[in-house]
């Protein structure tokens, strides 16, 4: 059997990204018994947006960041990006190694 976790890396787009996105905040808004209408309201987008966001995943960044805030979820938003990229085991090794100041010459 294949690992679930590998088979959604090699899956990923963006349409799937947007798509599991609006998944989520449905799931959110559904938990907090809240209307679409009552979300596009709390967040200051319009109804017909948000319907299609529902739908289709699409969205401005804008109006998804003001429904992190609608929803209270917005310590996402804060992390996204935060994670440094690393290309291979050895650039790890050398990112936890302490920095060594260099000095410039003194001038005599």
Avoid at 92 to 106: F, L, S, V
């Amino acid at each position: 059997m294949i690992d679930d976790n590998i088979l959604t890396l090699i899956d990923k787009t963006p349409d799937s990204l947007m798509s599991g996105i609006a998944k989520r905040v449905k799931q959110r808004r559904l938990e907090k018994g809240w209307t679409q209408n009552m979300l596009a309201t709390k967040a200051g987008v319009s109804l017909a947006s948000y319907r299609r966001f529902e739908s289709s995943g699409e969205i401005s960044l804008r109006s998804l960041v003001m429904l992190a805030f609608a929803l209270e979820m917005t310590d996402e938003f804060e992390n996204l990006f935060s994670r440094k990229a690393y290309q291979s085991i050895d650039d790890i090794i050398k990112a936890e190694q302490p920095k060594q100041r260099k000095r410039g010459k003194r001038n005599e």
